[in-house]
């Protein structure tokens, strides 16, 4: 079964750099056939899609983001990060990571169980 | 960028009930429509793929069709497990990019 567990920070001050990782367990993130994935969710909102990595390192994001998130691959650790410069109130949210299945059906399979991140001075 | 429109915002209903949740696309999609159920404080679980495609052990009483710019979640007979938060998703495999709806609220009557 797999697994991802979100860690990182819960605060972050405005204008620094949020950095969470994702670390997976029971499958190797260099398997073929998958992406990872950052969603995230402000409070009472919906779900924001932010970008993923192939276990190559390719990556793709969000155009609202791109300027601002980076995503990259350790597959000696078998986890992925996130880094996120120059944050503001509004980047408040619940984070997930995900595994999306990209050989078959192209959804989130497995899921994070999500970690807030709060940006306040 | 595709755009995902969900309705409605809100569904109050009763357990029992049948309930459809409709998610349009802005423009025509491949068969790359998923749809999520959340509750509060965890995290999406994945319910049905490929538009109508059920997700390996989620009850048969969700379904999902539809093709082109429309496509239905439905819930035969609601249970109480089922009120929650639903999002439908859709993957451009063309520009790479992921898009959710903007999340349907089922709440008890």
């Known amino acids: 079964q797999v697994q991802l567990q979100e860690s990182g920070p819960g605060l972050v001050k405005p204008s620094q750099t949020l950095s969470l990782t994702c670390a997976v367990s029971?499958?190797?993130?260099?398997?073929?056939?998958?992406?990872w994935s950052w969603i995230r969710q402000p409070p009472g909102k919906g779900l924001e899609w932010i970008g993923f990595?192939?276990?190559?390192?390719?990556?793709y994001y969000s155009p609202s983001l791109k300027s601002r998130a980076t995503i990259s691959i350790d597959t000696s650790k078998n986890q992925f990060s996130l880094n996120l410069s120059s944050v503001t109130a509004a980047d408040t949210a619940v984070y997930y990571c995900a595994r999306m299945d990209t050989g078959y059906a192209n959804m989130f399979d497995y899921w994070g169980q999500g970690t807030l991140v709060t940006v306040s001075s | 960028d595709i755009q995902m429109t969900q309705s409605p915002s809100t569904l109050s209903a009763s357990v029992g009930d049948r309930v459809t949740i409709t998610c349009r696309a802005s423009q025509s999609l491949s068969n790359w429509l998923a749809w999520y159920q959340q509750k509060p404080g965890k995290a999406p679980k994945l319910l049905i793929y490929k538009a109508s495609s059920l997700q390996s052990g989620v009850p048969s009483r969700f379904s999902g069709r539809g093709s082109g710019t429309e496509f239905t979640l439905t819930i035969s007979s609601l249970q109480p497990d089922d009120f929650a938060a639903y999002y439908c998703?859709?993957?451009?495999?063309?520009?790479?990019?992921?898009?959710f709806g903007q999340g349907t609220k089922l709440e008890i009557k």
């Open positions: 029971g499958g190797s993130i260099s398997s073929g056939g998958y992406s």
């Open positions: 990595v192939y276990y190559s390192g390719s990556t």
């Open positions: 998703q859709h993957y451009n495999s063309q520009s790479l990019m992921h898009a």
